[in-house]
């Protein structure tokens, strides 16, 4: 019994070798493409807009910054 574990935990540990080694490709950056920045800077811009309305509807604070 002892010697058929030992046999299933060595095939396992050399199948898992196998994917380790399998799993290192190389990785390659994408771009971010013109209409994905177009959308980060509107999302940036509307959180600009948006915090510079909370802070104008509050009369006692004047700066923004």
Aim: without cysteine; aromatic residues 2%; charged residues 40%.
């Amino acid at each position: 019994m002892t010697n058929q574990l030992e046999s299933l935990v060595e095939s396992i540990k050399s199948k898992v070798r196998a994917l380790k080694k399998k799993s290192k490709k190389p990785y390659i950056k994408m771009d971010k493409s013109s209409s994905v920045k177009v959308e980060i800077r509107s999302k940036k811009a509307r959180k600009l807009i948006d915090k510079t309305l909370k802070l104008a509807d509050r009369p006692g604070k004047r700066s923004v910054s």
